[in-house]
């Protein structure tokens, strides 16, 4: 099992240039290792020797300095570097920053023209977020650091939440577990989240507050940035109070899991949520009492508004249909059916805003013309498995990322595809290549003109002298069979005429 869950792009100019590292003393590992075991390891003490067992010292820490080896965990104390070398050649500019220096620190420092990909991987029984940069004017692209996590992750969601805590380079990710966990992604090395949104404890349930269950899906309220909202297995969506960290409303009409929830990003005011059930509902945030609700006859597996218009939305269910919906009605405006199997992502693309982007568990990437009945434009296979997740870049447009799944290791599952370019090809492949009178393309058969004052057509083959001769004769001979008909048909007519007098 090696697949992507979530993908979320990051803007320019959200990180640090140079991100905090965190160092840990032996005390503190001690703590973090028996805080461990209290929550569940305590299978690892029972393969251990008696002995050590006994002693408590796992590790051998009680030796660790008088070790005669003074290698230490941190990289810049086991290869040393020359900083001379290398300076005074110059560096051409569109080499990748990794082919200029092999060093950490190079790669460590994210340039204000860098985005940054948060990318939830599970790999088998490890799950972690790898933060990736990604440069579009010289395509670099690599792992900066990762986020080891105790369960797979769900969903990621970015927060710029500079007026809820100081810290402005924020994540938040759902997983397995019912805590919701907000990352610093300004600080490397660390093993917990700087806060967690929920508590679920065995041993106090009644002190226990948040989702029961996995959390599949974050919406953030960039109108109201104190606001997160999220859905969960256990049936409910939580709206989250970032300020203090507590649940400030609990919506509970929904009948199965809430597999996804939006802000409309023309009204601060309306939350889009949808669940298994096959029910879409439009909150306002000031009367949850009252929602608009339709049956989409089938899971709801994504939600998207519409770029352009307020009243819009679109939906995408698990039987692989999408449906667009108007508010100001009851029921879908119009439906049809996308893919084979369930569709796992929307998006609008700022450069094309009249083409819709899907992608769905049956490996399948497509392309809708919104304003021609939804017309498929081009479907494109991006050889990434059955994909999950897609997101577009806030910075450059045409850029989505998109995250698949794969039994093999040495095969992509996660890939960054240039929407304009597959776009532009496939409307070169519609219009036909015409060849110049001068120039003659390799694509057709035409021959060099002598004289290129004659006009002619380009696919006119050439004539040897033979078969202009023998044109010429059966010209005659057509000619001489006409003036025959023609004569026939006077004296036919002179001789009714005849018939006719008498």
């Not at 110059?90 to 994210?110: N, T």
């Not at 992750?153 to 500079?162: F, G, M, Q, R, T």
């Not at 805590?165 to 577990?177: F, P, R, T, V, W």
């Amino acid at each position: 099992m090696n697949f992507i869950s979530a993908v979320k792009w990051v803007r320019k100019g959200a990180s640090k240039a140079v991100p905090d590292k965190i160092h840990f003393s032996e005390e503190e590992l001690k703590e973090l290792i028996s805080e461990a075991k209290e929550e569940g390891t305590s299978c690892a003490t029972e393969e251990l020797e008696p002995q050590d067992a006994v002693s408590g010292d796992e590790f051998d820490f009680a030796h660790y300095d008088n070790e005669e080896s003074t290698l230490k965990a941190n990289v810049k104390d086991i290869v040393s570097f020359d900083e001379g070398v290398g300076k005074s050649k110059k560096v051409p500019k569109k080499k990748k920053r990794r082919q200029i220096d092999d060093s950490d620190s190079e790669d460590e420092v994210i340039n204000p023209d860098d985005n940054l990909i948060l990318v939830g991987h599970v790999d088998d029984d490890f799950n972690s977020m790898n933060v990736y940069v990604y440069n579009e004017n010289d395509g670099d692209m690599y792992v900066h650091h990762d986020v080891i996590l105790k369960s797979a992750p769900l969903c990621i969601e970015w927060l710029n939440a500079s007026d809820v805590s100081e810290h402005s380079n924020l994540c938040a990710i759902g997983e397995m577990e019912p805590v919701i966990g907000i990352w610093d992604l300004d600080i490397v090395n660390c093993i917990e989240p700087v806060y967690k949104l929920g508590r679920a404890k065995k041993k106090n349930p009644s002190k226990n507050h948040g989702h029961t269950d996995s959390v599949l899906s974050l919406a953030w309220n960039t109108e109201l940035p104190h606001i997160l909202c999220s859905g969960s297995v256990d049936n409910r969506g939580l709206l989250w109070d970032l300020h203090t960290g507590k649940v400030a409303t609990e919506l509970t009409v929904f009948s199965d899991k809430v597999q996804t929830v939006l802000w409309n990003p023309h009204d601060p005011y309306s939350l889009l949520a949808a669940s298994a059930d096959g029910y879409m509902r439009n909150f306002d945030c000031r009367l949850f009492d009252q929602f608009q609700k339709w049956n989409l006859k089938a899971g709801v597996e994504c939600l998207l508004p519409h770029p352009d218009n307020e009243y819009y939305c679109f939906a995408a269910t698990e039987d692989g249909s999408i449906h667009h919906i108007d508010y100001r009605k009851k029921k879908s405006i119009f439906s049809f059916h996308a893919h084979d199997k369930e569709i796992t992502g929307l998006s609008f693309s700022k450069n094309h805003p009249d083409i819709l982007i899907s992608i769905s568990a049956d490996e399948n990437m497509r392309f809708w013309n919104v304003n021609n009945e939804f017309e498929c434009t081009f479907s494109k296979n991006p050889k990434l498995g059955p994909l999950y997740c897609m997101d577009m870049n806030p910075d450059h447009p045409f850029l989505a990322c998109v995250g698949g799944s794969h039994l093999s290791r040495n095969k992509k599952i996660m890939k960054v595809v240039n929407i304009d370019s597959i776009l532009e090809a496939k409307e070169q492949s519609h219009t036909p290549i015409l060849p110049s009178k001068d120039v003659v393309s390799e694509s057709f058969d035409v021959p060099l003109l002598e004289n290129n004052d004659i006009e002619t057509e380009p696919n006119v083959p050439k004539v040897s002298k033979k078969s202009k001769k023998k044109l010429k004769v059966s010209k005659k001979k057509t000619n001489f069979d006409v003036t025959k008909m023609k004569n026939k048909i006077k004296l036919s007519k002179k001789k009714k005429s005849k018939i006719v007098k008498k």
